[in-house]
């Protein structure tokens, strides 16, 4: 992996970043945060004239075909904005069902995607909390040609905007995924109060049919495309979380050269400088982590590991980072008018969706310690190959 970023990829991220400073201010961001939507259409058909939609959608539905590192940078340049903008929820959702997705799903809903006149999200999360598999608790039961839904989902991004969604439910002994119209009778939402003021809702499913054939992939056999589903959703928000990280940090270091105590900025105490060092070096660490795991979904290699590495890295470093931010600033920083509170909020919040940083850390301890042999990340050499590599050694010795 090049670390480094292409002139494409430079002139991407540019463009993104020029288009949304002049385009989301602070105070629109406040607006949508009282907005019973929560996003402003008019930025969102903007937005796909730039073809952010579609960016990795197929070219066959109107999309660029780009791989996710790209969508990355997008989405680490909303971060910054803090846009509100549901570009997550909806490419997250999209790209399941280009990848898992039936013709006429794909030819129904990507094209609306890429023009920005639809939005998606998806529905996994329920009362157990846990961001993975055995806490889905929703039942699908087929009867006929249609599925009868019944659960209770929270913290489901953009449902007040959302067109479709993408519903994680139990069908007998395994796990099904259904693409469920917004405004299927039976189905009910509640807006939930969070850190970061954004649009999360507790969404009630009660008796609400769909068509068998509304599954993305085989009924009872969908726990794998969750996983990749979820794997893609967590480390793009990495990428959005580190966005918002350095902006914030970026505040606080442009204050601590201002702020002056005892005649001189508060920027030349060494405690100071050793805090905005540190936050500048975590930042940096988790995009390497971020985006590694991202090449490596592009590259179609195992990613489950990295993705894991990056997310609780983030879901502590990016905490720590806000925290030194608020304590620069002070009792300014505290103060719900100042601009930084926009940032400290939702990364924050972030940092506690898809996944704990103990969920993360246990899954890369599986890898790691619960599978026998050698591990490269991501993919355990078996045994065999281990005793034979011992065996070289004693030869050669």
Not at 262 to 290: N, R
Not at 332 to 341: A, N, S, T, V
Request: aromatic share 6%; hydrophobic share 45%; charged share 25%.
């Amino acid at each position: 992996m090049d670390v480094l970023l292409t002139e494409e990829q430079d002139m991407i991220r540019t463009a993104a970043r020029e288009f949304l400073e002049g385009e989301c201010t602070t105070k629109l961001v406040r607006d949508m945060e009282a907005d019973p939507v929560g996003y402003p259409p008019g930025l969102w058909k903007k937005a796909a004239e730039l073809g952010w939609q579609g960016m990795c959608l197929p070219e066959d539905y109107g999309g660029s075909g780009l791989p996710l590192v790209y969508l990355g940078l997008v989405l680490q340049e909303v971060g910054r904005a803090v846009a509100p903008l549901p570009l997550h929820s909806t490419t997250v959702a999209a790209l399941t069902i280009a990848r898992d997705g039936t013709e006429a799903q794909r030819q129904a809903i990507l094209p609306a995607v890429v023009r920005g006149e639809m939005v998606l999200t998806w529905a996994i999360t329920e009362r157990d909390g846990r961001h993975f598999n055995p806490a889905i608790e929703t039942t699908a039961v087929v009867e006929g040609d249609e599925v009868v839904i019944n659960g209770t989902k929270l913290f489901v991004d953009n449902f007040p905007a959302a067109d479709h969604c993408l519903v994680a439910c139990r069908t007998g002994e395994g796990l099904s995924l259904f693409l469920v119209d917004t405004r299927s009778p039976g189905i009910s939402q509640r807006s939930l109060v969070t850190t970061a003021k954004d649009r999360q809702s507790e969404v009630i499913f009660k008796d609400v049919r769909v068509p068998v054939a509304s599954r993305i992939g085989p009924l009872n056999e969908a726990g794998p495309i969750i996983e990749v589903m979820l794997d893609r959703a967590s480390v793009l928000l990495c990428a959005q979380m580190l966005g918002a990280t350095r902006k914030d940090a970026e505040m606080a270091i442009d204050y601590a050269k201002m702020r002056e105590a005892f005649g001189q900025p508060i920027g030349a105490f060494q405690s100071v400088q050793h805090m905005c060092a540190d936050m500048i070096i975590w930042i940096d660490g988790g995009e390497l982590l971020t985006y590694e795991a991202l090449w490596r979904m592009d590259q179609g290699l195992p990613h489950s590991v990295e993705v894991s590495q990056a997310k609780a890295f983030c879901n502590d470093r990016c905490e720590a980072v806000v925290r030194n931010a608020q304590i620069i600033h002070g009792g300014i920083g505290f103060m719900m008018e100042f601009d930084l509170h926009l940032w400290f909020r939702r990364v924050s919040s972030w940092t506690m969706r898809l996944g704990t940083s103990y969920e993360h850390r246990a899954r890369i301890a599986k890898a790691l310690i619960d599978l026998p042999g050698r591990v490269i990340l991501g993919r355990p050499v078996p045994v065999v190959m281990e005793e034979t590599r011992e065996e070289e050694l004693r030869r050669s010795a």
